[in-house]
């Protein structure tokens, strides 16, 4: 091929046959071996008429990430403007493609979203540039929107600063931003919780932006920042801005209902008393309606559910009772008014986590009764929803929470109820047998290791009977059995502490055949079991130094782990085993080499963050801080 482009390309006019193989091998080496000879020849007359004649490329060919073929060589008279490798309708569709994969990206959560569609964009200024400004290649405004998208979904620590940075951008290039580029960079915002930077942009916008760049969800974006906090002081912060807008001059921003539930959500986010009734005032609030300075929206079912979920949260004894009549409120109201307030399942299922949180002692069975009444009205009026399986998880874990006596295997017959159902809306899932598992091992009930380890047991083979991806077992049911194993050597027979041990190691053994692997709550758990199951010896110091090793092999030691092996082993073989240069009593988890707990990041009885500045004069001090030998609950693992 070489030589048939070669052919009539006289060597001797001032090009050697050594530096045109060079043109031909770097033009080759950057996909652009497609001239004519006649384009060749051209080029050639055009080198060979240059004055120099000593420099076959003025400029090297570098990488072409943008595809094209232009020609980096001209005279000197009339450099050659370069070429777009193809032609507009061919660019729109490559264009096209290119942002439908960076869209299909940002679905996915895929983490390289934003380099993609930052490389998108370069590539067509490089194409824009390349073609001589023409407008069909210039960066469109939905390619930088899909940047920014891109990056609010990152939830890179700075990703406001980088939307903002790449808003600013825009605008340098004559891109005027619209109200879904505001949005999605105060999604950015709200996402590396940063409330205040987003609000700056809103009300930047609104004082001096056009009128056709905010929307209602430019303005609730804003709120959720806000609401995303999680403090009592954001909450109060996102009202008074709902406020302030109640009374802004522009008709086209008015609050919206998604607006006020969106600050219920974040009183619900406070979970105190205080915060559930400040919700339900926003709700009223609604219902009241507007006046002549204000327009108020009247609520609908989504509203109604962000005050429910307020209560829910609270923790408090009342907060079944008032969740409970306002949904009744909701009835009335789509009955008698015929507002949009009707319950649909999520407000039966808030209703009954109000009543399974609230401590109450009829919160058991009265989550049954609402149940019961749900059915009731589903089948006679066909406009109640029909339970789901977290209904009836929720009846579940208020049983699970219950101190009315046999509240344990009650819990247990709802269970039983959901696998014998043919509704497949009900059927259980992983939390269902969890929930239960827990109860058994909180209980006072004697043999509950093995009554965890049938439970353990009917969720494995229902798992691989009906290979449903919600009853795939996770580490929490192991470790729960584990747990209930650790906890029955308190009053209870030799004989049951044998078969607790027994119980423990076929449950720690048997994970991996199971495709579960063991976590530092595992670890933790199985050494608790050792410690309290067998009798200290040589046999039980060699049984925990083998899980030991294993968890510090694959980084998983935490303070439960390192808690529990100090209680099986005594100090001195444990110093001596592993050269420790101090009394390992008052050693700390950070004292421990890294490699043994650089996985356990998501342990929570881990090391808390240090204190900031403000907070150093709350420092607990040092002597108390060391690791205790005899653990509270929360060390144990038992509240999983």
Excluded at 605 to 613: D, G, L, V
Aim: glycine share 4%; charged share 25%.
């Amino acid at each position: 091929m070489v030589r048939a482009r070669m052919s009539g390309v006289n060597p001797t006019s001032g090009l050697t046959r050594l530096a045109f193989l060079n043109i031909l091998l770097s033009r080759h080496l950057v996909g652009a071996f497609s001239p004519p000879v006649c384009e060749l020849l051209n080029l050639h007359n055009s080198l060979a008429a240059s004055p120099t004649g000593s420099s076959i490329l003025q400029t090297p060919i570098d990488d072409d990430p943008v595809g094209l073929n232009h020609t980096t060589v001209a005279n000197d008279q009339d450099k050659l403007m370069p070429k777009p490798k193809f032609s507009k309708g061919k660019w729109k569709k490559k264009r096209y493609l290119m942002m439908q994969d960076v869209q299909k990206k940002i679905q996915q959560n895929d983490p390289t979203a934003p380099r993609k569609a930052e490389e998108m964009v370069r590539r067509m200024l490089k194409l824009y540039e390349h073609s001589g400004n023409d407008m069909e290649f210039r960066p469109t405004q939905q390619a930088y929107n899909l940047w920014i998208h891109a990056l609010a979904k990152s939830n890179l620590e700075d990703a406001g600063k980088l939307a903002d940075q790449v808003m600013e951008r825009m605008r340098s290039e004559h891109i005027e931003p619209n109200a879904f580029t505001y949005t999605c960079v105060m999604d950015a915002y709200a996402r590396s919780r940063s409330p205040k930077k987003a609000e700056d942009v809103l009300f930047r916008l609104l004082e001096e932006g056009p009128a056709d760049n905010v929307s209602e969800v430019t303005c609730d974006t804003m709120l959720n920042a806000w609401a995303q906090q999680g403090t009592a002081e954001s909450a109060e912060r996102a009202q008074l801005i709902l406020y302030r807008l109640e009374e802004w001059q522009r008709e086209d921003i008015r609050p919206s209902k998604v607006s006020y539930a969106t600050v219920m959500n974040a009183w619900a986010k406070v979970g105190t008393l205080e915060a559930a009734e400040k919700a339900e005032a926003l709700l009223r609030r609604m219902l009241k309606g507007g006046d002549a300075k204000r327009s108020i929206p009247k609520p609908d079912t989504i509203a109604f559910n962000a005050a429910i979920n307020a209560w829910a949260t609270s923790g408090e004894s009342e907060a079944g009772t008032r969740a409970l009549q306002l949904l009744d409120k909701m009835k009335d109201l789509a009955e008698n008014e015929g507002l949009d307030t009707y319950p649909d399942i999520i407000s039966y299922n808030t209703v009954l986590s109000a009543w399974s949180h609230s401590g109450s002692d009829l919160a058991a069975p009265q989550t049954e009764k609402i149940v019961q009444g749900m059915e009731e009205e589903a089948k006679k009026s066909g406009r109640a929803p029909s339970p789901n399986t977290v209904t009836y998880n929720t009846i579940i874990h208020a049983w699970a929470r219950s101190a009315i006596p046999g509240s344990v295997p009650r819990a247990e017959r709802v269970l039983n109820y959901m696998l014998k159902s043919n509704r497949t809306e009900i059927l259980p899932d992983v939390i269902s047998f969890t929930s239960v598992l827990d109860a058994w091992a909180k209980s006072k009930e004697p043999h509950k290791s093995a009554r965890t380890r049938k439970l353990l047991d009917m969720l494995l083979n229902t798992y691989e009977k009906t290979e449903r991806p919600e009853l795939k077992p996770t580490q929490i049911p192991f470790n729960t059995v584990l747990n209930a194993c650790a906890f029955s050597a308190m009053g209870t027979s030799e004989e049951e502490q044998r078969e607790a041990l027994e119980i423990a190691v076929s449950t720690f053994a048997g994970m991996r055949y199971h495709d579960v692997h063991p976590d530092t709550v595992t670890y933790g758990n199985m050494l608790k079991c050792i410690a309290n199951l067998m009798p200290q010896g040589d046999a039980r110091n060699r049984m925990a130094f083998r899980v030991f090793d294993k968890c510090r092999k694959e980084g998983l030691v935490g303070n439960l782990v390192w808690n529990e092996i100090r209680r099986a082993v005594p100090s001195r073989d444990l110093e001596e085993t592993y050269n420790f240069e101090k009394f390992c009593g008052r050693m700390l988890l950070k004292d421990l080499p890294k490699s043994w707990r650089q996985r356990n990041r998501f342990d929570k009885n881990a090391p808390k963050r240090k204190p900031r500045s403000s907070e150093k004069s709350h420092k607990t001090p040092q002597w108390d801080q060391r690791a205790t030998i005899v653990e509270s609950i929360g060390q144990s693992g038992k509240d999983l």
